[in-house]
């Protein structure tokens, strides 16, 4: 699946950085570094956002990437 640009995944896509799933069902995220150091552990969502948005990666707001039902 394409990343949404600005989207925390297009973000991790652009330096380089691994997802890594796991948990029963897979829904936690580790972020991995290209020397294969971990960033981040279980963030969430605004976790993952913020730690970019400091970096100049991505400029969008959390709530602009979830769906309303």
Do not use: K
């Amino acid at each position: 699946m394409t990343a949404l640009p600005d989207s925390p995944n297009w973000g991790w896509q652009q330096i380089g950085y691994t997802i890594e799933r796991y948990g029963r069902d897979g829904r936690l995220r580790r972020i991995i570094d290209r020397e294969g150091g971990v960033v981040l552990d279980n963030a969430g969502h605004e976790g993952e956002c913020a730690w970019l948005r400091e970096r100049g990666i991505i400029e969008r707001e959390p709530e602009l990437f979830l769906t309303e039902e």
